[in-house]
């Protein structure tokens, strides 16, 4: 069973935490990341980018001048797309991207996207801590310690903590999360996770008898 150290806030090794194979040590499937991350970038989209067509746009429907006789090329209405504000052939319309992604498959790429970060070394464990006020720097002061400032990390909590969230909001590299809403994406985008000892017992019990 792999085991990371735990950390307290000044960044002293206080204690080490075990971790479940079945969550931490898989053989990592780039299917299941690669179509979870896709998923979750195409369900961002809002499409909504539209044009007008010929008939919708808001000039006459007349044809401009007679077929025959002019000397000119013949042209239908104002409207038409090869005209100077005329609607637009085959633009965009409102479309809706959403990709569903099989549970299972959620789940097997959240484990793949962990196990590479423990592989990497770049997955930390936090002592439970307690603030009573929001303290940005006090936070500032533990990335540096266990040497996850300067690059993006992810702090999972076991729940939303009002004045943790208050105290990471301000730096801008750390981003803060209730361990059960995390996705692969957010694991994948972030060079450094940091678990807090609550969290990872946590998603241990959940996902240990899953």
Same mark, same amino acid.
């Given at each position: ?50 044009? $007008? ?5 808001? !000039?006459?429907?007349? #044809?401009?001048? =007679?077929?025959?006789?002019?000397? *000119? %090329? ?49 997955? $930390? ?5 307690? !603030?009573?006020?929001? #303290?940005?720097? =006090?936070?500032?002061?533990?990335? *540096? %310690? ?56 946590? !998603? ?7």
């Amino acid at each position: 069973m792999p085991s990371v150290e735990v950390y307290n806030l000044e960044g002293e090794v206080v204690g080490s935490a075990d971790l479940l194979e079945e969550i931490f040590s898989i053989e990592p499937s780039k299917g299941a990341l690669y179509y979870t991350v896709k998923a979750h970038l195409a369900n961002r989209r809002e499409g909504n980018a539209s044009t $007008k067509t010929r008939a919708e746009v808001t !000039l006459s429907k007349r #044809k401009v001048y =007679r077929q025959k006789g002019t000397g *000119r %090329a013949r042209v239908g209405t104002a409207g038409s797309p090869i005209r100077v504000g005329g609607g637009v052939a085959h633009g965009p319309r409102p479309h809706d991207f959403r990709e569903r992604v099989p549970k299972k498959v959620k789940r097997l790429a959240l484990k793949s996207a962990l196990t590479l970060k423990v592989a990497e070394g770049r997955l $930390k464990v936090l002592e439970n801590f307690l !603030l009573e006020a929001p #303290k940005t720097k =006090r936070m500032a002061d533990m990335l *540096r %310690a266990i040497q996850a400032d300067g690059r993006k990390a992810l702090l999972l909590t076991e729940e939303a903590i009002p004045v943790v969230v208050k105290s990471c909001r301000n730096l801008p590299d750390l981003s803060v999360l209730p361990v059960l809403q995390v996705s692969t994406y957010d694991v994948v985008r972030a060079d450094t996770v940091i678990f807090t000892q609550a969290a990872l017992d946590r !998603l241990q019990a959940l996902w240990r008898v899953s």
